[in-house]
Nanobody
Framework: VQLQASGGGSVQAGGSLRLSCTASGRSSSRFVVAWFRQAPGKEREFVAVINWSTTRTSYADSVKGRFTISRDNAENTAYLQMNNLSPEDSAVYYC???????????????????WGQGTQVTVSS
């Protein structure tokens, strides 16, 4: 499976961005797709996850109510809609996928075996 992430950029605080993660090489129907982010000098952290088949989602507390993860089955693409961005959201965002992951591991980056390249999000105050 190859993951292609896109959609990053620079915005002012309060602005919005939508990230995309397109999968190729294998059907996504049994996958879990997540977004993680990593700011300079910090560890990679969980942002959001979606179960491709059930569309069940989960979010980090820091983004609840501002970010929305979704997927388009026809496009084989997962999205992360980010609203009301703050400078603290600045980071490189990565999408990840796994076809064999248990729910309790959704938040653990080591549980994912497919990764896209990062896309930079910069939010200025």
């Amino acid at each position: 499976v190859q993951l292609q992430a896109s959609g990053g950029g620079s915005v002012q605080a309060g602005g919005s961005l939508r990230l995309s993660c397109t999968a190729s090489g294998r059907s996504s129907s049994r996958f879990v797709v997540a977004w993680f982010r990593q700011a300079p000098g910090k560890e990679r952290e969980f942002v959001a996850v979606i179960n491709w088949s059930t569309t069940r989602t989960s979010y980090a507390d820091s983004v609840k109510g501002r970010f929305t993860i979704s997927r388009d089955n026809a496009e084989n693409t997962a999205y992360l809609q980010m609203n009301n961005l703050s400078p603290e959201d600045s980071a490189v965002y990565y999408c990840a996928a796994s076809s064999s992951i248990i729910t309790s591991s959704y938040y653990n980056s080591e549980a994912y075996n497919y990764w896209g390249q990062g896309t930079q999000v910069t939010v200025s105050s």
